[in-house]
């Protein structure tokens, strides 16, 4: 049953339930007022990184945290803002961090998705879907193993119900009878899906399978949310253990700030009615008899080319055409296209049968995908950002790498799995990093890592014709980069690097974006009378070793350039290659260049200095020519 609460009579009672109300009041204002400046900053161009808002469901993190102690748990998500001030963050420190200043809770060096402020027991906000659920439950551990009596709280949205690891957690959590509260903030939307299209079942019916206390509370009202939680924060200090809380409410804004255009997922008049019969600030206001605040919102308003984007879905579509076995799923890979709308468009030519949306379940729809190319269809499996493939590693690395070998080469699995890489686009370290590298190191997977539009269409072309599983990485900056593309049919074949710019006197060895980099410090080195040659080796593997070394051969001076980590990573093993193939005609060492070996920084001036750069790359470029 969802709980709501009634209107009192006036009376002595109500005069000091109002001053409690009437802070939680200041404080869902102050919430929407904070988020309204993000808002306006944003869309101005002036706050760097991603900003998901928090502007309707208020009433959820301040009817839980005034629920808490100052030095209760809490863990939060990637549209933390609301429980960041709600636990007691102070604005200021807020927008030091969100504009990535040291000033901020993190230095700079979180951003708007990852701020944790330890002296309110906040232990963080996290751009993982669920990511923080073991976190939570940990902090529990501790309480309860150190005989203190702290909650823990853990907030995430519905999308988190498509995570395996929060029923990991809710079972052990059961199982010791910690002091974990698990409020699932249901906003009605994973990210641009209806979570009644990702979920099966009830909501609540998770939760008690494990045995756990649970309940459903109106979310856009605060006073039944701080009651049902105040009981079950006594429960959990007393020793009852763990529960979980559905709060059913709304987010008033897209996705993320740029998610502007909604009416292809939720129409403008749901929106009206959640706004102006359901608001969390209007319910309370209408309790404490008071005017309601009305200023929320802000109005927002020769040879053919194509973008890197278009080049993807041109190479998609024509597959899919041609091959009725073609089919993608993924996370919002259907009306919403992805959040970089690269799939705009397929699925209403191909239909929902074929461009599928699933739950934020990577693990599970990864393995649907093994088992999908295993028994006679071509899935390419969209993972939305590289961060999240630590979520399909068991599925790739065990299943989909090792099927072929192990079955005696009675089975193949010929899927795709596409993903992004890359930093600069101010999204911190949990949606920047470049990990190709792993997946370079695992036989039975190919890795593919296209530089250019003509590349995308004939490399991605060729990886959905191929019998075994293909990783294809595309670098998220380089989806507007616009490139000649050829309307005839064309494939590229998996293993030979292209040479994309002749030259005498240096090697340039660069992957991905990179080879952007080195055709641009090529340029600087020109008018300093050094001739680079640039390689792309377009795949890691397989690898096109002859291409490399031959260069090397000519040039007698290599660098190795890769957005990945220099550690153990790609940069290491092309260095070792032509190391070993061309020693005796290499004049100096191979200088390898990659990102530095530290978490991607949200600040961009941090950002800025992690990756290669033209300048860098032509400053080491002149020095191992003896002109440094």
Not at 372 to 400: C, E, H, K, S, Y
Not at 571 to 593: C, H, Q, S
Request: aromatic content about 8%; charged content about 25%; glycine content about 10%.
């Amino acid at each position: 049953m969802t709980t709501t609460m009634s209107k009192p009579e006036a009376g002595p009672e109500f005069a000091t339930a109002k001053e409690k109300w009437l802070h939680a009041y200041r404080q869902m204002v102050r919430i929407r007022l904070f988020e309204e400046q993000v808002n306006e900053l944003y869309t101005r161009a002036l706050m760097p990184g991603l900003a998901h808002l928090y502007s309707g469901e208020e009433a959820v993190a301040v009817g839980v945290c005034e629920a808490l102690r100052r030095d209760d748990y809490i863990t939060s998500t990637h549209r933390g803002h609301g429980h960041c001030l709600a636990k007691g963050a102070t604005p200021d420190r807020m927008f030091a961090e969100l504009l990535g200043k040291e000033a901020g809770y993190c230095r700079g060096k979180g951003g708007s998705m990852h701020i944790a402020d330890p002296a309110t027991g906040n232990l963080g906000a996290n751009a993982i879907v669920g990511g923080s659920v073991g976190i939570a439950t940990g902090a529990a551990f501790t309480a309860k193993h150190l005989g203190t009596d702290r909650v823990a709280v853990c907030f995430f949205g519905e999308g988190a119900l498509g995570q395996g690891s929060l029923y990991e957690v809710m079972n052990l959590a059961q199982l010791w009878k910690l002091p974990v509260i698990y409020v699932c903030e249901n906003n009605m939307y994973n990210e641009y899906t209806h979570y009644a299209e990702t979920t099966a079942g009830t909501i609540l019916g998770r939760a008690t399978a494990f045995g756990l206390e649970a309940a459903s509370v109106d979310g856009q009202d605060v006073r039944a949310v701080n009651e049902v939680v105040s009981r079950l924060v006594k429960r959990a200090r007393s020793g009852g253990g763990p529960a979980f809380l559905q709060c059913d409410t709304y987010r008033y804004s897209g996705h993320h700030v740029g998610d502007i255009n909604r009416e292809y997922y939720r129409s403008k008049q749901e929106e009206h009615v959640w706004k102006t019969e359901r608001d969390p600030i209007k319910v309370l206001s209408e309790w404490l008899r008071i005017p309601v605040l009305t200023r929320w919102s802000r109005t927002f308003m020769p040879e053919r080319e194509l973008t890197f984007a278009q080049a993807v879905r041109e190479a998609l579509a024509e597959e899919m055409r041609r091959d009725s076995r073609v089919c993608i799923f993924g996370e919002d890979v259907a009306e919403a296209g992805t959040p970089f709308k690269v799939l705009s468009g397929l699925v209403e030519e191909f239909g929902s049968e074929r461009v599928v949306d699933t739950p934020i379940s990577e693990a599970g729809f990864t393995g649907v995908g093994v088992g999908a190319a295993m028994t006679g269809l071509r899935p390419v499996v969209d993972i939305m950002f590289g961060d999240f493939i630590t979520l399909t590693m068991d599925q790739m690395v065990n299943q989909a790498a090792k099927a072929h070998y192990m079955s005696g080469g009675h089975w193949k699995v010929p899927m795709v799995m596409r993903t992004t890489l890359g930093a600069t686009r101010r999204s911190a370290a949990q949606h920047s990093q470049s990990l190709h590298a792993w997946f370079s190191h695992v036989p039975g997977l190919k890795v593919v890592l296209p530089s250019t539009p003509y590349d995308a269409k004939g490399l991605l072309k060729t990886a959905i014709r191929d019998e075994n599983p293909v990783v294809f990485f595309e670098d998220k900056m380089m989806y507007k980069l616009k490139g000649p593309v050829p309307e005839d049919d064309y494939t590229i074949p998996l293993g030979l690097a292209d040479v994309k710019r002749a030259g005498d006197d240096i090697t340039l060895v660069a992957t991905s974006s990179m080879v952007q980099v080195a055709l641009g410090a090529a340029i600087l080195l020109e008018k300093e009378g050094i001739s680079a040659e640039v390689v792309d080796p377009r795949t890691t593997w397989p690898l096109d070793e002859k291409t490399l070394i031959d260069s090397a051969k000519k040039t007698s001076r290599v660098i190795v350039l890769d957005e990945g980590y220099g550690r153990y990573g790609v940069t290491a093993e092309l260095a070792a290659v032509i190391a070993e193939g061309a020693f005796y005609d290499l004049d100096a060492p191979v200088k390898r260049m990659g990102a530095m070996h530290v978490p991607i920084p949200f600040s961009p001036p941090l950002e800025d200095v992690t990756v290669p750069t033209e300048e860098t790359v032509f400053d080491a470029a002149r020095q191992l020519c003896g002109k440094g």
